[in-house]
């Protein structure tokens, strides 16, 4: 016996509840150390989740109000002739917003930097600070840069006051402000006079370790009990601040490091785009290509999806999406109130371990096989749930850790089960041997196999099984049910006699019809004679003449263990 085969044996031969809660107490430690420290399971989570978001059933129509002046290929290709490569002078953004602000937008988001002075147009700088001062709509974006980096920077709300929450975050939750200095944040500030002292809001996408854009912070606690606001945020408490405070007051409370689930739209360009050139040249008193739509209570997002101006990450809706439809999709939601909560990773990880749990109950009481069709359709029923779950609902019930686990759970008694059936249906090499017949209505089939076996681990750990092997994979079906009916308890004599007494009562509801045990002796007392393939054999053609001589009383039952002290 090789090494595989005496290791597989041994497996094989732990009792089954050991085994079922061992397998509960590895996973149990194994979701937990997952959860609290490791996060591999983070790969198979994200990508389902990708997966699930694009083929949602339900997903949220655009708002209307929102447009897209896009500084795209086709705008840096026109406009260069006259104005060359980007960054053109920046009096071509003041042309353009002076022209928005003419139509009195609801709003006009810059997802463009003016983190620098411009040294070779400063009369295009002047013209645009000039535009910005005069402009009631506008609201600019600012870089903030890794947050250890806070101590070390001077710049405080004094130098950027629309950058900060009007409320301080200490007063929504009723807790006493720092005594400490006021915080300081480290970012990136605008260069022009009239920006800075205009609104402002961040607008980094912090995206997840594989590189994807799922979640957005809307706004960012500082150590002072202060925040700062992002872009949306700027925004939104310029239209609704009702809602806008609803919005930091819940966010407060929750204080997600991470940000909340973007509830993405159905595709990456669901939002109407209006080419930059365009807008220029009817703001110019020229004669655009396209029509150019009225932005009369619109929200204007100004932004580019020219790649050449590398603006561009993945998300779930697609692997190159410009940032300022990121934007879009995240304005979309907090201008609509839309809302993606997750479930806690702690409660992700009591809800696996009380499904792994649940599935040792089920063993202990029922059997391994009858979990047969649970591998598949467990799984795929919790990743259902998820799916579900994104299309509309205020929740994401992420199942997939559970989903994960149900399938190796599974995967893992499904195949203990094999090598256990393997230990007790090899009969004992050293003879003489005790051989009880037995007969159901219907055939052994392996969740009635693993009942017999839980019976004979309990009762006569010493005695084995000798049964037809009968295995339905549908749609076939048994080729000969009257042999695979039949079934035999094989052990040594004196110990299946005295578990015989134990034996009958737990075999009544799976054995319809029992025949007298005999003896069966390997010839002249060989050695080890019931391992070898001729004494396998020798012990079938006893067990298949015992089958042959039941008794013609049909389905009573009439289980009995009286030793003729014969042998066939």
């Known amino acids: 016996m090789g090494l595989w085969d005496r290791i597989s044996r041994r497996i094989g031969a732990l009792p089954a509840r050991r085994v079922t809660w061992g397998l509960v107490l590895v996973f149990s430690l194994w979701v937990l150390l997952d959860v609290l420290v490791l996060q591999v399971t983070g790969g198979l989570t994200q990508s389902t989740y990708d997966a699930m978001v694009r083929a949602r059933v339900l997903a ?45 937008p609801a709003a006009v988001v810059w997802d463009v930097l003016f983190s620098d002075a411009d040294r070779l147009s400063p009369g295009g700088d002047a013209a645009f600070d000039q535009a910005a001062a005069r402009s009631t709509h506008s609201h600019y974006s ?45 970012l990136i500030p605008p260069a022009l006079p009239a920006i800075a002292n205009g609104r402002l809001g961040y607008n980094n996408g912090y995206v997840d370790a594989d590189g994807v854009l799922r979640r957005y912070r809307y706004i960012e606690p500082l150590r002072d009990g202060s925040a700062l606001q992002s872009l949306p945020m700027s925004v939104l408490s310029a239209i609704n601040k009702e809602a806008a405070g609803a919005y930091v007051t819940e ?38 290509l396209a029509p150019v739509p009225s932005f009369a209570g619109k929200v204007v997002i100004i932004g580019s999806t020219a790649p050449s101006l590398h603006d561009i990450h993945p998300t779930p809706l697609s692997n190159m999406q410009a940032g300022v439809d990121s934007l879009a999709a995240v304005l979309d939601n907090a201008l609509n109130q839309r809302h993606l909560r997750e ?56 199942l997939h850790l559970s989903a994960a686990l149900a399938l190796v759970f ?55 099984v000798l049964v037809c092997d009968a295995h339905i994979a549908w749609p076939a079906t048994l080729r000969w049910p009257e042999l695979a009916r039949n079934a035999a308890l094989v052990g040594p004599p004196d110990a299946l006699r005295s578990a015989l007494p134990q034996l009958t009562p737990a075999l009544r509801r799976l054995v319809q019809r029992s025949g007298e045990p005999v003896e ?13 393939a001729a004494g396998r054999l020798h012990l079938a053609q006893c067990a298949y003449r015992a089958w042959a001589q039941w008794d013609a009383a049909g389905d009573t039952i009439s289980i009995t263990y009286n030793v003729p002290g014969r042998t066939p």
């Open 60 to 104: 949220p129509a655009p708002d209307p109000r929102l447009v897209v002046v896009d500084i795209d290929e086709a705008s840096l290709a026109r406009m260069g002739a006259e104005f060359g490569r980007w960054p053109w002078p920046r009096d071509t953004l003041a042309t353009v917003l002076a022209h928005i602000e003419q139509q009195q």
């Open 142 to 186: 600012v870089v903030r840069l890794p947050q250890v980096n806070d101590a070390h920077s001077e710049l405080g709300q004094a130098a950027l006051p629309g950058l900060w929450l009007p409320q301080p975050l200490n007063a929504l939750r009723n807790v006493p402000a720092d005594a400490g200095p006021a915080a300081t944040v480290a």
């Open 251 to 288: 966010a407060s409370a929750v204080n997600n490091a991470k940000g909340e689930l973007i509830v993405w739209p159905r595709r990456a360009d669901a939002y109407p785009h209006v080419a930059f050139a365009d807008v220029f040249a009817i703001a110019d008193g020229g004669k655009p």
């Open 343 to 398: 479930l806690p990773r702690s409660l992700q990880a009591c809800l696996a371990i009380a499904l792994c749990i649940a599935l040792a109950l089920w063993v202990q009481f029922k059997s391994v096989a009858s979990l047969a069709p649970a591998l598949l359709v467990l799984p795929v029923s919790l990743l259902g749930l998820s799916y579900l779950s994104l299309n509309g609902g205020p929740v994401f019930v992420d």
């Open 410 to 464: 599974l995967a893992v008694l499904r195949f203990w089960s094999t090598l256990r059936r393997v230990h007790w249906c090899t009969p004992p090499a050293q003879g003489p041997l005790l051989l009880w017949p037995l007969q159901r209505d219907s055939a052994w089939l392996e969740g009635e196999l693993d009942r017999l076996i839980d019976a004979v681990e309990r009762h006569a750990p010493a005695c084995r």
């Open 520 to 532: 069966v002796s390997a010839p002249n007392g060989a050695a080890l004679f019931f391992a070898t």
